[in-house]
């Protein structure tokens, strides 16, 4: 039986429901209550494995509101599942506020891991994972993606990053354009499902990928994006940038020069064009 007056943090499948561990559906089935993100996906997907259960709703919206009276529920010696529509709770998922106050009164909190789209992810993108930033969903509208991304340009940890099908074609745009084209990356695109996609490339190459092919468009997706070179590694760069653009200026003004260096290099074209006019200057 379940522990009583015990929080289970309950990761459940991202897409292939044979990922359900039999520890999960075993607590599932045993908890007498189970917090949800949305009840009507979480019982499609108990109802499959023949798992009975009461639920609640526990969403983004809601969450706050429930949360004082699901704590005196544990404390009358009430057993929880926590549970989000897709892996692991509170990874971009409701529960933080539940967990906390869980542990606030002193009250046990247990995970049942399993499935993660950012570890699945990163276990196939072939990017380095010793270090690694989980930075969630960017912001939707443009000018505030692209400040956010800047601000991430020059992070030396590998970047997990989500999308959705609406915008993964203007988000890998943007970081092409502000962390530089040939910076290596892998996109994941429905992992554990049917039309399960992991291309890894340049920037410049996953971008020309998706425009040439809108099926690629489609699903949820997971950006694997490698970390910003080192110090020693964005010198040279920055020495081999220079004699580029020193030998265009010599036939070129600096916005055609900027702009065909940003080509050959994948350095972003505004810090080449920077540069350019330093070098015109004969800085």
């Given at each position: 039986m379940?522990?009583?007056?015990?929080?289970?943090?309950?990761?459940?499948p991202i897409g292939n429901l044979g990922d359900i561990s039999a520890r999960a559906l075993d607590v599932l089935q045993q908890v007498t209550l189970v917090a949800a993100e949305d009840t009507r996906?979480?019982?499609r997907l108990l109802a499959h494995f023949g798992v009975s259960a009461t639920l609640l709703s526990l969403h983004e919206h809601n969450e706050q509101a429930r949360v004082g009276g699901l704590v005196e529920r544990l404390q009358d010696g009430a057993s929880i599942a926590l549970v989000s529509d897709a892996g692991t709770p509170l990874v971009s998922d409701p529960g933080y506020r539940l967990v906390s106050a869980a542990h606030a009164a002193g009250l046990p909190v247990r995970t049942v891991p399993g499935p993660s789209s950012i570890i699945a992810a990163?276990?196939?993108?072939?990017?380095a994972c010793d270090?690694?930033?989980?930075e969630g969903f960017p912001p939707s509208r443009t000018a505030a993606r692209r400040r956010w991304l800047e601000a991430l340009a020059a992070e030396p940890r590998t970047l997990v990053l989500l999308e959705s099908s609406h915008r993964i074609m203007d988000c890998v745009a943007d970081l092409a354009d502000l962390f530089g084209a040939e910076r290596s990356a892998t996109l994941t695109r429905e992992l554990s499902k049917t039309f399960e996609t992991v291309r890894r490339g340049t920037l410049g190459e996953l971008l020309d990928w998706l425009s040439a092919d809108p099926q690629q468009r489609k699903?949820?997706?997971v950006l694997v994006v490698a970390g910003a070179p080192g110090p020693a590694e964005s010198s040279g760069l920055a020495?081999?940038?220079?004699?580029l653009l020193q030998a265009l200026l010599a036939e070129l003004p600096a916005s055609r020069a900027a702009a065909l260096?940003?080509?050959?290099?994948?350095?972003?074209?505004?810090?080449?064009?920077?540069?350019?006019?330093?070098?015109?200057?004969?800085?």
């Open positions: 379940a522990d009583p007056g015990t929080l289970y943090v309950v990761a459940t996906h979480t019982k990163l276990s196939v993108a072939g990017q270090r690694f930033c989980f699903g949820e997706f020495v081999q940038c220079d004699d260096a940003a080509r050959l290099t994948g350095e972003p074209k505004r810090t080449l064009y920077a540069r350019a006019v330093e070098l015109a200057k004969g800085g």
